[in-house]
């Protein structure tokens, strides 16, 4: 009886083992709107491939300038976020391997998936200066959220400052859908076509 228990508490603790492996695992990033932009699985967010179309830009600005962004026809980006769950919790990542580390979308990117720096592939242009996150400081609202890919510090600035931006989209945009007015077009176009088409035929 003691050794069936034995081994029961034993396989329990290798399944258990296997989950948290397969569950850490990092899933590689996926190219998007032809190399302008790559999908991340483990953040389920999209991030254009260049990390500094624009850039310093005081926070007011940079969180306007993804608004307007538009890139390979889509728009919808923003600055990415410090606290996904939007609990005033912002996690420190330093080290990686932090629980809640993908509450700090940034800060994944850094610790968790390696892109720095030195390292930014697939992205270009990654600066050693700080990039704005969209979130402000809970405890001043003068002050935002940046994180640095030189070193993976974060702090609060002051949003009067200038620090860099890199926009991200929510979600995956391959699954993006097409604007009503493209349709339209489309739709139109081809009634043109059948219409030609049955002229030529007659």
Known sequence: MKQSLLLAATCASLVAIVSQTTQAAILPLESRIGGLAYYDPNLNITLVADANINDLMDWSTANAWAASLMIGGISGWRLPNADVDEDGTVVDCTDGGV??????????????????????????????????????????TSRAWAFG???????????????????????????????????????????LIGISTRKKTS
């Not at 720095?116 to 402000?136: C, H, M």
């Open 99 to 140: 629980a809640g580390c993908a509450d700090n979308e940034m800060g994944f990117l850094y610790w968790e998936e390696g892109i720095t720096t030195l390292a930014p592939s697939p992205f270009s242009d990654v600066r050693s200066g700080v990039y704005w996150s969209g979130t402000e400081s809970g405890s001043d």
């Open 149 to 191: 890919f030189n070193m993976g510090n974060q702090a609060t600035n002051s949003k009067t400052g200038t620090n860099y931006a890199w926009a991200v989209q929510n979600g995956d945009v391959s699954s993006v859908p097409v604007p009503a007015a493209v349709l339209l077009f489309g739709s139109g176009l081809l009634g």
